[in-house]
Structures are given as C-alpha cells and as structure tokens.
C-alpha cells in the first residue's frame, strides 16, 4: 500500500465524526490540515488551517469533507493518467499553490512529462489497491517522496498524449478480456 499522510474523513452521516471539525484539534496542533470537499474541481472550496483559530474560522460544513495534512511541495502537480498499465503524466501549475481559499482561477495547461519508475509505481498501486483501471492520481513531489494527494477516478484524459488512443486501447484489451480473443493491433496516429 502507497506510504503518505494520514487521511480523516468527517461526514454528516457518521454520527462520530458528523461534521464536528474541532474533532481535528489534537490533528491541527501537530500539522497544518488541507479541508476540501469530496466534489472539488481545481481546488475550489479547499481551505489550508494552520492553527486551532484557523480551524474555529472554518464554517460548518453541509456535504462531507476531506481532511488531510498539508503537503509541502515544489509548485507543480504532477497530474497522472493511468490506462491499465500505461501512465502517464502532465506537470501543471498548482490551482491551490497560493493562499486557501482562493478564488477560482482558469485552469493552465499543463505539459506532458516523463514519468519516473517510482511516481509510476505509487500510480499503478492506487489502481490495484482502489480496484481501477481508468484512473488519475494527483501526485506532488515533496523533498520526502512523491506522495498521492487526490485521485480522479475518471479524469479528463485532455492533457493526455494521444488520449484516444490510450483509451482505445485499454477497452480494446478490456473488451478482449471479456470475450478470450487477442486484442487487435491498433496503431497510432502521428
């Protein structure tokens, strides 16, 4: 299982953790926390806390929140596409890098980039541990290790090079899984 930070997960429904934010107290002591919601889309709603008075200042929450310690990095994200077995990675300039909460900013495009052996390692072990084959982890490089912090179980493949034919690959082996033939040969376009 990938090594990383501790992850707590607060919910409404759960009547232990029902949204109670200061339950993070003894957390936000020792490290600042990241707060985002489930359904975020380029850091929108994220807030970083660094303290208990910054935790106090948090608004009572409606819809279940993600909170995880704050990972210090090196100002890209590292954006991963993953096809089966195939990954794939894109550096882009991080949504979140500036002062939480930000206001929503244009996504930049980001640049495809070589993935190295232990960033595609950590990728392809989300995939087995979370059961998925079509999935994009968000990595960011610390001074530590690559370490996962958000994963799309169906991302934009956009960014991705040659994203049709990654995906046409991947449900032309899947497809060929299914029914006990070799997959065709498909070819790439230049």
């Known amino acids: 299982m990938p090594r990383g930070k501790s992850i707590f997960v607060l919910t409404e429904s759960d009547s232990q953790l029902s949204g109670q934010l200061?339950?993070?107290?003894?957390?936000?002591?020792?490290?600042?926390?990241?707060?985002?919601?489930?359904?975020?889309?380029?850091?929108?709603?994220?807030?970083l806390v660094r303290n208990l008075d910054g935790l106090t200042s948090v608004?009572?929450?409606?819809?279940?929140?993600?909170?995880?310690?704050?990972?210090?990095?090196?100002?890209?994200?590292?954006?991963?596409?993953v096809t089966g077995n195939q990954v794939t990675g894109v550096r882009k300039k991080s949504p979140t890098l500036g002062i939480y909460p930000q206001e929503e900013?244009?996504?930049?495009?980001?640049?495809?980039c070589e993935?190295?052996?232990?960033?595609?390692?950590?990728?392809?072990?989300?995939?087995?541990?979370?059961?998925?084959?079509?999935?994009g982890p968000d990595i960011l490089e610390t001074p530590d290790?690559?370490?996962?912090?958000?994963?799309?179980a169906f991302p934009?493949?956009?960014?991705?090079?040659?994203?049709?034919?990654?995906l046409a690959s991947n449900i032309d082996r899947c497809a060929s899984r299914m029914v006990?033939?070799?997959p065709m040969v498909l070819a790439a376009a230049d």
């Not at 993070?24 to 994220?46: C, E, Q, Y």
């Not at 900013?105 to 495809?112: E, K």
């Not at 934009?156 to 990654?166: D, G, T």
Request: proline fraction near 10%; glycine fraction near 8%; hydrophobic fraction near 30%.
């Open 22 to 47: 200061d339950l993070m107290s003894s957390a936000v002591v020792r490290t600042p926390l990241v707060i985002k919601p489930f359904r975020s889309h380029r850091g929108k709603g994220m807030r």
């Open 59 to 81: 608004p009572p929450t409606k819809s279940p929140v993600l909170i995880q310690e704050y990972v210090k990095r090196f100002g890209e994200d590292l954006k991963e596409h």
């Open 105 to 112: 900013q244009p996504s930049q495009p980001g640049r495809s």
């Open 115 to 135: 993935v190295g052996e232990e960033v595609k390692d950590i990728a392809l072990t989300c995939g087995e541990v979370l059961g998925l084959g079509l999935y």
């Open 145 to 152: 290790r690559p370490q996962v912090v958000d994963l799309n």
């Open 156 to 166: 934009s493949y956009c960014e991705a090079p040659n994203p049709a034919f990654l």
């Open 180 to 182: 006990g033939h070799d």
